[in-house]
């Protein structure tokens, strides 16, 4: 029988980078997606990727009281979904790319058999490329000159 699992979702800390997305992060991060402003809120941010928003523009594009925006930029943080970014007064928001490309792994890897490339999603299982790539730049080694 299968335990059954209840998730807080302000309890878990990011993501790190290391490592793959484990059930409890797969919970809180389904969770936190789980309410419609939360939603809207990962949604407006994707699609100001990469520049992000401040939250008095989030709060006035959904609608939402600023404490009650907090709360949910609070949430969404830390189930690694957003990540926000001191600029002066503002606090700019930005997808967390990582945390995204993490989750969406976590849903598709026993897709298939543990073969997401045979269920047409072979992108997710290479690290999909969606034009927002985080990944660190790749260092040119130098040439050696041999003497003959």
């Known amino acids: 029988m299968p335990r059954k699992m209840a998730v807080v979702v302000s309890h878990f800390s990011p993501i790190s980078a290391g490592q793959g ?8 991060a389904l969770a936190a997606l789980g309410q419609p402003t939360r939603l809207a809120i990962v ?11 401040a939250a008095g523009a989030i709060a006035e594009a959904i609608g939402c009281p600023a404490n009650t925006l907090s709360a949910h930029l609070a949430i969404l943080a830390r ?6 970014v001191r600029d002066g007064r503002s606090i700019i928001y930005r997808a967390d790319i990582h945390g995204m490309r993490k989750l969406i792994a ?6 298939c058999h543990g073969h997401p490339e045979l269920c047409g999603l072979p992108e997710v299982a290479t690290a999909a490329n969606c034009g927002c790539n985080d990944a660190p730049k790749k260092r040119k080694r130098a040439a050696r000159i041999s003497e003959a």
């Open 106 to 111: 976590f849903l598709v890897t026993d897709c």
């Open 21 to 28: 997305m484990s059930v409890p992060h797969a919970l809180s």
């Open 43 to 53: 949604r407006l941010v994707m699609r100001r990727e990469p520049v992000g928003l």
């Open 79 to 84: 189930a690694s979904l957003i990540r926000g």
